[in-house]
């Protein structure tokens, strides 16, 4: 895809998958109205609903197991108890979303600019890279006490392997999007020229293409 960069340094940086951020229903009122082994009647928000055992309703309501007297249900990931005739008011509302619109450059590749540690910089977006990389220029400029607080390792770039150090940032902004105690790498060098924004970051977020537009998405 356009928008995944092939830059080879990204060094030892190339893990992780796509972590995709689950969706919250909106369910406000259950009730209970019948009873069975293994089965539930339920009315949800005023939608009559028959859910066998494992069976998830269109609200995003799962029956986990059922008798006579109660049944386990499980909403947003939260299973509850709930007794024959009971009717359950509930405060689950979808949750809101963050969303940042990147637009691709004349090489088709994603830059955005952003911020670490409050500093603005211009990210290159690189779905290959497993974390966050830069240079230590660039991480001194940032701030990042990489050679104090980071822990040493080496990395293998185009041509060679080089010192690095793998550090925590305390905060990293794309618009709207703000993550904290983000992963990243520095590099003891000039490379690469541009920060890369990796799956330390992408990876907290759901992403998408409308056309050629990026769109990163964060639920809160």
């Not at 689950?92 to 450059?105: C, G, N, S």
């Amino acid at each position: 895809m356009a928008w995944i960069n092939s830059n080879p340094l990204r060094m030892m940086l190339l893990l992780c998958g796509l972590l995709l951020t689950p969706f919250v229903y909106a369910v406000d009122n259950i009730t209970v109205q019948g009873l069975f082994k293994d089965t539930a009647v339920l009315s949800i928000d005023g939608q009559r609903r028959i859910l066998k055992r494992g069976q998830t309703s269109p609200e995003g309501v799962k029956l986990i197991k059922a008798d006579s007297r109660s049944a386990i249900l499980e909403i947003n990931g939260k299973q509850v108890s709930y007794a024959l005739g009971s009717t359950v008011h509930t405060r689950f509302k979808a949750a809101e979303k963050t969303v940042e619109r990147i637009w691709p450059d004349e090489r088709g590749m994603y830059t955005v600019i952003g911020s670490i540690n409050g500093m603005p910089v211009r990210f290159l977006v690189d779905t290959g890279a497993s974390v966050i990389a830069m240079n230590s220029t660039e991480a001194r400029r940032l701030g990042v006490e990489f050679r104090y607080s980071g822990k040493r390792g080496r990395v293998s770039t185009a041509s060679s392997v080089v010192p690095a150090f793998f550090v925590r940032l305390k905060s990293v902004r794309v618009g709207g999007i703000v993550l904290k105690n983000v992963s990243a790498t520095v590099i003891d060098g000039p490379q690469p020229d541009q920060v890369l924004l990796g799956m330390s970051f992408l990876g907290k977020l759901k992403m998408e293409h409308d056309g050629s537009v990026l769109k990163l998405m964060q639920t809160q």
